[in-house]
T-cell receptor, first 112, second 117 residues
């Protein structure tokens, strides 16, 4: 079975500060890992994904994530956030048959 | 490339009424998924189709939810009768084994927001 835990339901941060959104997963098989962003009243947009290879993955909008197999983590980071990054962020794991298992989401609130 | 199309965008119904949602996946994508996203939670898979066959419907409340993909292209998800706890966003996604998780290999639609009153 696969599952995802997002440790923070809300993360407040000031504009231009760095941010880290935490994600831990559990799986008995090799997995693919994803981060999605969801703006209010919009669908899910892929930020980045880890399929294989380099454990540091760069995505859109300046975000990056690092896959850590020993700690079963896939934390999302951005060195300097903007007001426009205010949204909800979902970590997801996928394995057999490409089914996605999502975390409960982290609301990032960027303050001026 | 056209994305996953869903309609309607919004729907408000009274409890015990029925409702249907429609999804048209990306052309050529054999696999289609329906997810339910309750407010404050991550999306949860309801059903997965491979062409017109069901791969996984273990999380689908079959006493009131049904889904079909008769010709292996577009799909309909129905709720009958609806309950208050069915209020959620219903997301459709499609994927292709050939393209895997490439940029267009797994795509979500914008969803249908259902409010049951």
């Amino acid at each position: 079975a696969q599952s995802v835990t997002q440790l923070d339901s809300q993360v407040p941060v000031f504009e231009e500060a760095p941010v880290e959104l935490r994600c831990n997963y559990s799986s008995s098989v090799s997995v693919y890992l994803f981060w999605y962003v969801q703006y209010p009243n919009q669908g899910l947009q892929l930020l980045l994904k880890y399929l294989s290879g380099s454990t540091l993955v760069k995505g859109i909008n300046g975000f990056e994530a690092e896959f850590n197999k020993s700690q079963t983590s896939f934390h999302l980071r951005k060195p300097s956030v903007h007001i426009s990054d205010t949204a909800e962020y979902f970590c997801a794991v996928s394995g057999i048959f490409n089914k996605f298992y999502f975390g409960s989401g982290t609301k990032l609130n960027v303050k001026p | 490339e056209a994305g996953v199309a869903q309609s309607p965008r919004y729907k408000i119904i009274e409890k015990r009424q029925s409702v249907a949602f429609w999804c048209n996946p990306i052309s050529g994508h054999a696999t289609l998924y329906w997810y339910q996203q309750i407010l404050g939670q991550g999306p949860k898979l309801l059903i997965q189709f491979q062409n017109n066959g069901v791969v996984d419907d273990s999380q689908l409340p079959k006493d009131r939810f049904s889904a079909e993909r008769l010709k292996g292209v577009d799909s309909t998800l129905k709720i009958q009768p609806a309950k208050l706890e069915d209020s959620a966003v219903y997301l459709c996604a499609s994927s292709s084994l050939r393209t895997g998780f490439s940029n267009y290999g797994y795509t979500f639609g914008s969803g249908t927001r259902l409010t049951v009153v």
